[in-house]
């Protein structure tokens, strides 16, 4: 089974601090994927990776960048923490290929003061 | 950008009915995902179906791409099938999803 870890379950952080959210898949997938979740807007692209150090902005990508140096693994960095980031957060990996199924990560929940 | 609107926005059951919610789309798409959403947060795959029928103990799913809607059956409703169920067509690559279905299944 595909296998997708966040590093946290919840967070909480001040404003201006920075944060790293990190996710790790063990199925040698080559794209990896930052959403997150608010009430009544749904799920929203931040970023997404084809491959290793390789980045692409996704919807909402202010705010917020990424690090891909290893193939499983894929960093969201909040460099200075706002309170209209407190959010879901949802990594997700897929697949390289023009029909590719998105596994998703537990999520993590954070929350910034 | 494609558009993909799900109904209903809520529905209540009592545990053992049956249920279909629906998944419009706006274009032609390569890939269609039906997730669940625990209350937990997380987000399980139920079936990758860009068209055709599959089919998961109680759950089912249907795609016709050429009339752009996708539907999931869910039969003899349990609670555990509570949660927010989400559809997700992919697009340049990325996964544009459904705003969801919440669901909730009395005992």
């Known amino acids: 089974d595909v296998k997708v870890t966040q590093s946290s379950r919840y967070l909480v952080k001040r404003t201006g601090e920075k944060v790293f959210l990190e996710c790790v898949q063990d199925m040698d997938h080559e794209n990896m994927f930052w959403y997150r979740q608010d009430p009544g807007l749904g799920l929203r692209l931040i970023y997404f990776s084809y491959d290793v150090k390789m980045k692409e902005k996704g919807d909402i990508p202010e705010g917020y960048s990424v690090s891909r140096e290893k193939k499983e693994r894929f960093s969201l960095i909040l460099e200075s923490a706002s309170t209209n980031q407190t959010s879901m957060y949802l990594c997700?990996?897929?697949?390289?290929?023009?029909?590719?199924?998105?596994?998703f990560g537990p999520g993590t929940r954070l929350t910034v003061l | 950008g494609i558009q993909v609107e799900q109904s209903p926005p809520d529905l209540i059951l009592q545990e053992g009915a049956n249920s279909t919610l629906r998944c419009n789309f706006s274009d032609s798409v390569n890939n269609l995902q039906w997730f669940h959403q625990n209350p937990w947060g997380q987000l399980i795959n139920l079936f990758y179906?860009?068209?055709g029928t599959k089919q998961n103990g109680r759950l089912s799913a249907t795609t016709v791409a050429t009339e752009r809607y996708s539907l999931l059956y869910i039969s003899s409703s349990q609670t555990t099938d509570s949660g927010v169920y989400f559809c997700?067509?992919?697009?340049?690559?990325?996964?544009?999803f459904g705003q969801g279905t919440e669901l909730s299944v009395k005992p």
């Open positions: 997700a067509v992919e697009e340049g690559g990325k996964l544009i």
């Open positions: 997700a990996s897929s697949k390289y290929s023009s029909y590719n199924e998105q596994f």
């Open positions: 179906i860009p068209s």
